[in-house]
């Protein structure tokens, strides 16, 4: 589905959905669900729906519990980066944020940006638009516990954006890079400059319509 939005002179822009990996990571996607679901004690019956109804068993067990044990933060973080659909990867994100804080999904993330596997990575970016949630009743409801975070996040997913030519990579981290070099100190901002001009020459089309989109241009 398509999205609109509006820039600073009122124009409607019309935001292309995020494709589809390039590559199938469901199996891997499969596996993290199954691990999740042995923890919290619940069984889904393997079929076509089987993710969809594993994400609302994981759900029911785990909304509104502020104290998880440990062993379900690395699980939780697993499924959110392994889960190929950017908006129902936030029923992972979300239960993490609640009982863990905001800073420490933040750097589960982070370090999956920098060390992870290129669907890791790409992952990452996905699950990271979840981060900015207030959550209700969660370690985070009244302060932005990984604000400090974040500007390490940024430069990370723009060095990496400019060096990684993996296309689901390179996807799935635009939408959320700033692309202006105030975001960024000084010896980033030609790093800012080649990632516009990697994006605006890319090959693939969604790529080069989330750069016009982001830099209004």
């Not at 062993?71 to 980066?81: G, K, R, T, W």
């Not at 890079?177 to 790093?191: D, I, Q």
């Amino acid at each position: 589905m398509s999205v609109e939005t509006k820039d600073t002179a009122g124009e409607v822009r019309i935001l292309q959905p995020l494709p589809g990996r390039a590559e199938d990571g469901s199996q891997a996607f499969e596996l993290r669900l199954a691990r999740l679901l042995l923890l919290l004690g619940a069984e889904v019956a393997p079929g076509a729906d089987y993710p969809g109804a594993a994400r609302w068993e994981v759900h029911k067990a785990l909304a509104g519990r502020s104290e998880l044990p440990e062993e379900y933060f690395e699980a939780l973080m697993e499924a959110a980066v392994h889960d190929p659909n950017p908006s129902f990867n936030r029923r992972f994100v979300e239960p993490a944020l609640i009982a863990f804080g905001q800073r420490r999904v933040r750097l589960a993330l982070l370090g999956y940006l920098q060390t992870g596997t290129d669907p890791e990575r790409a992952g990452a970016a996905r699950a990271w638009y979840w981060t900015a949630l207030s959550v209700v009743g969660g370690r985070n409801a009244t302060a932005d516990e990984g604000a400090t975070v974040r500007d390490s996040w940024n430069e990370a997913a723009l060095r990496e954006f400019v060096a990684n030519e993996d296309i689901d990579v390179r996807r799935c981290i635009l939408p959320g890079l700033p692309l202006v070099p105030r975001a960024y100190p000084a010896e980033l901002h030609a790093l800012v400059e080649a990632a516009v001009a990697i994006a605006r020459s890319h090959p693939d089309e969604y790529i080069r319509h989330r750069v016009e989109v982001q830099t209004g241009l």
